[in-house]
């Protein structure tokens, strides 16, 4: 197996639960040992033959930067989970240090090693709808589902005229009705929008493939995956979408 290796990648988020902590943003150190097997690139000197570095460093700070975390544990095993699930790394080893954290030391660190087998394929596509047009209450609930599960991607907002829909690409080591209730369910209760579990490890639970506030976005994270003998982005170019258009929030706040 052959290692890349990408060291002191320096990101600020907000991370901590100590009180002088809280909402505030802090500087992080990552380390990545990305396993891959790259012979043929060896062999061949084409770009195209490589393992894109650039392509999972840049997801991972995204994701680091827009998130809020208690502890280093969790923002390692996030990390780790796009290696693996979402860039198919056979390997992965995170380093994530967090400078000043004690006195008398530069740093303190967590050095984890993951592999496939470590991770159930357990990927649940939801999809979001505010009832009243909210971009704050889209951004609370992301924070809600964020702080219970790992969120792989995120697609566009579209706007219709009475609502902003997304869809969140979840990984989760829940069953099905554990995430219905300690999740949808959870936030229903606290926050004004509708959420409902799209696909559940390619299942189709809750889709509805004539809604295109509902395709749109799930075609964004899915575009190859096939209902009823189409993909979704066939599904969704065959609808029409001259009432929604795509708006951005911005979820770091």
């Not at 990648?9 to 943003?25: D, K, P, V, Y």
């Not at 790259?38 to 680091?64: C, M, Q, S, W």
């Not at 954290?101 to 660190?109: E, F, K, P, W």
Request: with cysteine.
């Amino acid at each position: 197996m052959d290692i890349i290796e990408i060291d002191n990648l320096r990101l600020r988020t907000q991370i901590g639960f100590s009180a002088h902590e809280l909402g505030e943003r802090q500087d992080i150190v990552i380390s990545l040992r990305l396993g891959t097997n790259r012979l043929r690139a060896g062999e061949t000197d084409k770009p195209e033959d490589a393992f894109n570095y650039k392509t999972v460093t840049k997801a991972i700070i995204r994701h680091v930067e827009t998130a809020t975390y208690f502890l280093i544990e969790k923002l390692a095993e996030e990390i780790a989970k796009l290696c693996i699930i979402e860039h198919h790394a056979p390997y992965v080893e995170v380093r994530v240090h967090k400078p000043g954290a004690l006195r008398h030391s530069d740093s303190v660190g967590l050095r984890i090693e993951r592999r496939p087998e470590d991770y159930q394929n357990t990927i649940v596509y939801v999809s979001l709808s505010t009832k009243f047009n909210s971009e704050e209450t889209l951004i609370q609930a992301i924070r809600h589902i964020r702080s219970t599960t790992t969120i792989l991607a995120l697609s566009p907002i579209y706007q219709t005229l009475n609502s902003l829909t997304m869809t969140a690409k979840i990984h989760t080591y829940r069953t099905q009705v554990d995430f219905q209730t300690q999740v949808i369910n959870h936030i229903e209760s606290e926050l004004a929008l509708r959420l409902k579990m799209l696909l559940w490890d390619n299942d189709p639970v809750d889709y509805d493939s004539d809604d295109i506030s509902i395709t749109a976005p799930l075609a964004e994270l899915a575009p190859d995956y096939q209902f009823n003998g189409k993909t979704l982005t066939e599904i969704a170019d065959s609808l029409n979408k001259s009432e929604i258009e795509v708006v951005n929030i911005n979820f770091d706040k």
